[in-house]
């Protein structure tokens, strides 16, 4: 599996991006698809998910702003951000899990302890927000 992000960039506050992740090689019908981001000396923290039913979850330091979606077959997963802070600017990573709940892969993800076999990563894309 490959998971390959794009869409970031420089906006200013209050502005908006589309991250778009095109998942490559991903042929399974129960996972877990979801956005991670880790801005400089911080740590990575979970920012959405949706799960194959099309369940979709938020951090409450997003909910309202963002919106996750699925397209092409659930082959790609979104993220469209609103209203954008300073605070949003991080690195944003994909990731898809075939093993776990959402609730579950969010709780290893924070354990640091998914396992490669199971759990992808994308390279990330940067989102800077200026005030």
């Known amino acids: 599996v490959r998971l390959a992000e794009s869409g970031g960039g420089l906006v200013q506050e209050g502005g908006s991006l589309r991250l778009s992740c095109a998942a490559s090689?991903?042929?399974?019908?129960?996972?877990?698809l979801g956005w991670f981001r880790q801005a400089p000396g911080k740590e990575r923290e979970w920012v959405a998910s949706?799960?194959?039913?099309?369940?979709?979850g938020y951090a409450d330091s997003v909910k309202g702003r963002f919106t996750i979606s699925q397209g092409n077959g659930k082959k790609k997963v979104y993220l469209q951000m609103n209203s954008l802070k300073p605070e949003d600017t991080a690195m944003y990573y994909c990731?898809?899990?075939?093993?776990?709940?959402?609730?579950?892969?969010?709780?290893?993800?924070?354990?640091?302890?998914?396992?490669?076999?199971?759990?992808?990563w994308g390279q990330g894309t940067q989102v800077t927000v200026s005030s």
């Open positions: 990731m898809a899990d075939t093993r776990f709940t959402c609730d579950l892969t969010i709780k290893h993800a924070y354990q640091d302890d998914l396992s490669s076999d199971d759990n992808f």
């Open positions: 090689g991903f042929t399974y019908s129960t996972y877990c």
């Open positions: 949706v799960d194959s039913d099309g369940n979709p």
